[in-house]
């Protein structure tokens, strides 16, 4: 990835968790990403309708060996993330964070979170499982899963909005976000927040319990 796109997907990022720290508490949450207008014909009249940016379909096998697909996250609410098991940085704080979440929704089938692996040549399945065990994570609706990595870093990008990609000069060898993305059960991006620091995380959780009324 271009340093200059590495810096553009950052400010989104940014722009979106300012955007969403001035809702008020009872507005709808926005609808991150590409739009369009498009206009189709019911019952003889033709109506206008916006159509929003999607998370593409995805196929990966998880800590378990077993394939996590669009599916699985169907009429769901999910937040989805990225790390790597050997990550000196970010990652073991925004698990801590991401641990917070998974305990307050564990129990309730429609909140799910898949975090992915961007060193899919070092974190193989087994590892991800030893990874997932030594965290004392019990809850089944948390994905870590394994993929090719050009489409995982090509799914970070383009849906998530979120820069990954190996970089030899950065710690550990990889350059990730440490946001969370919020993403809706019509698969549309719904927020990202700092996966780092408490009170956005505080604000992601919020978050999701907006979006379970809206359901």
């Given at each position: 990835?271009?340093?200059?796109?590495?810096?553009?997907?950052?400010?989104?990022?940014?722009f979106a968790l300012t955007i969403y720290g001035c809702q008020p508490a009872n507005?709808?949450?926005?609808?991150?990403?590409?739009?369009?207008?498009?206009?189709?014909?019911?019952?003889?009249?033709?109506?206008?309708?916006?159509?929003?940016?999607?998370?593409?379909?995805?196929?990966?096998?998880?800590?378990d060996s077993v394939l996590v697909t669009n599916e699985t996250f169907k009429d769901k609410i999910y937040v989805a993330d990225f790390f790597f098991t050997t990550c000196p940085t970010i990652c073991p704080i925004m698990k801590t964070?991401?641990?917070?979440?998974?305990?307050?929704?564990?129990?309730?089938?429609?909140?799910?979170?898949?975090?992915?692996t961007i060193d899919p040549g070092h974190d193989t399945i087994p590892l991800l499982k030893e990874y997932k065990h030594n965290l004392g994570i019990d809850n089944p609706n948390w994905h870590f899963v394994w993929g090719n990595r050009d489409t995982i870093y090509s799914i970070g990008e383009k849906d998530y909005y979120v820069p990954a990609y190996a970089d030899s000069t950065a710690p550990g060898g990889y350059v990730?976000?440490?946001?969370?993305?919020?993403v809706d059960k019509n698969r549309h991006v719904r927020g990202i927040f700092n996966g780092t620091q408490q009170q956005p995380v505080d604000?992601?959780?919020?978050?999701?319990?907006?979006?379970?009324?809206?359901?």
């Open positions: 990835m271009k340093p200059y796109l590495s810096v553009f997907l950052l400010l989104i990022a940014v507005t709808t949450l926005p609808i991150m990403g590409e739009r369009e207008t498009v206009t189709k014909i019911v019952n003889g009249k033709e109506v206008t309708d916006t159509v929003y940016h999607q998370i593409r379909n995805f196929a990966f096998l998880d800590q964070q991401l641990l917070r979440v998974s305990e307050r929704y564990k129990n309730n089938p429609k909140v799910g979170i898949l975090s992915h990730h976000s440490g946001g969370f993305i919020l604000s992601l959780m919020m978050a999701i319990d907006r979006l379970l009324l809206e359901q």
